[in-house]
């Protein structure tokens, strides 16, 4: 039996992500209370033949009372040993994006009052969810990503996966940008030559094959991909062993654009060769951001 908790803060995107789950086969409950953990996994282990209840997902957030929230660890580590495969996803996004969200959609925060505003409640959301984001197997940065582009991305990593297979996420991101907050592994690739400063390259991307040849023809390009190929295929088996399920891997340059794509989309094809979930985003690349590999 398999139980995916979703949890983040409020406009992260979590009813989407347990959209998602529930038309792949999941029992899915939104806003479940703490304390009913337990009896859920119960009920299913009692079950003769579990059913629906052999693969659940439930939704946990700050509508849950506080104290409950800061015990979760003590439940959750009490939970380890009922004989079901737990994982606990975490969305979340950047206090801006998450202020946007909420003007678009005109919704109240399960945490404002007439004396807490949105920033106020969408700041403090983050610390009561602390318990559950540091327990996370998969901490997913929505910042940015359709509604589309989040239920490929469940689909693929939570779904698409077998069990006991790690599933890895190369994205490009550019450092004047910000470092994505998901990343495990965060590589800096600035030092290769910048195809930005040739005029007739600007506008391309490193999928664009004029760039793909300006990076190849440096030995730099190739000796970086193949160093980074090594060092992550050396120590992705000790990830595994520790029960790892994901493993995200950032690649950056300055702008996101030439160099970090370039070399996401080498590792990609590397690793797609030998791992059966492995996708590909692009963060600063529009209407590009994800894909399989």
């Not at 109240?108 to 004396?115: E, G, Q, V």
């Not at 370039?262 to 996708?279: D, K, P, W």
């Amino acid at each position: 039996m398999k139980l995916i908790i979703v949890s983040g803060r409020s406009g992260s995107g979590k009813s989407t992500a347990l959209h998602v789950l529930e038309d792949l086969g999941f029992y899915c409950i939104d806003n479940l209370p703490i304390g009913l953990l337990s009896p859920l996994i119960q009920e299913a282990a009692a079950q003769t033949s579990p059913g629906r209840l052999k693969k659940m997902a439930v939704s946990i957030d700050a509508r849950n009372l506080s104290d409950d929230i800061v015990n979760f660890e003590d439940i959750y580590q009490q939970l380890q040993h009922a004989g079901m495969t737990i994982e606990i996803i975490f969305l979340d996004a950047t206090e801006q994006s998450l202020l946007q969200r909420f003007h678009a959609t005109r919704r109240k925060h399960p945490l404002s009052n007439d004396r807490t505003s949105l920033r106020e409640a969408i700041s403090n959301e983050k610390q009561l969810l602390e318990p559950l984001a540091r327990l996370a197997d998969l901490y997913v940065d929505t910042t940015g990503m359709s509604i589309y582009q989040l239920r490929d991305m469940v689909k693929q990593r939570v779904v698409g996966r077998r069990e006991q297979e790690m599933a890895l996420l190369f994205q490009s991101f550019g450092f004047k940008h910000g470092v994505p907050v998901d990343s495990d592994y965060v590589f800096d690739v600035r030092c290769l030559p910048n195809p930005y400063w040739d005029p007739a390259l600007r506008a391309f991307t490193g999928l664009d094959q004029p760039v793909i040849e300006f990076l190849e023809a440096d030995p730099m390009s190739r000796q970086m991909v193949n160093d980074l190929s090594g060092f992550i295929e050396s120590w992705l088996p000790s990830f595994g062993k520790s029960n790892r399920s994901y493993m995200t891997i950032s690649i950056g340059c300055t702008g996101g654009q030439h160099r970090s794509v370039y070399i996401c989309e080498q590792l990609g094809r590397i690793f797609s060769a030998s791992h059966g979930n492995v996708q590909i985003r692009h963060t600063e690349l529009p209407q590009l951001n994800t894909r399989d590999d």
